[in-house]
C-alpha cells in the first residue's frame, strides 16, 4: 500500500509503533520508503515508543522513533531527524 501512496505523491508518516518488537509491517515500510516522502509522527497521547511504552506519548519522545528508523536503515537518528524535518517544511510550504 505505501508504493503506491508514493506513486500519488503522498507522503508516509511512521510513529512510535515502528519501535514495537513484533511490528512487521510498519518495520518494513521503514526500511523500504523513499527518504524524501518519510515524516516522523507521535501518535500522541498514545502508541509511545519504545522504551517509552506504557506512558502518554509526547513528541519529545519521537527521537526513539528516529533511532529505530535509523537503525534499520543503517543511518544515525540524526540524519532521519533531518531528512525528515525538511520533508515536513516541504510538506506544510515553509
Known amino acids: ?9 503522498c507522503y508516509i508518516a ?3 509503533a515502528v519501535t ?5 509491517h ?3 515500510v521503514a526500511k523500504e ?3 524524501e516522502f518519510l515524516l516522523l509522527e507521535t501518535d500522541s497521547p498514545y502508541l509511545a515508543p519504545t ?13 526513539h522513533t528516529a533511532k ?15 531528512i525528515t524535518a525538511e520533508n515536513a517544511k516541504r510538506f506544510y510550504n515553509d
Open 1 to 9: 500500500m505505501m508504493r503506491e501512496y508514493i506513486k500519488l505523491g
Open 14 to 16: 511512521l510513529g512510535g
Open 20 to 24: 514495537f518488537k513484533n511490528s512487521v
Open 26 to 28: 510498519p518495520k518494513e
Open 33 to 35: 520508503v523513499p527518504l
Open 51 to 63: 522504551p517509552m511504552r506504557g506512558k502518554r506519548n509526547e513528541p519529545m519522545f519521537i527521537k
Open 68 to 82: 529505530e528508523i535509523g537503525k534499520l536503515r543503517g543511518m544515525k537518528a540524526q540524519e532521519i531527524i533531518d
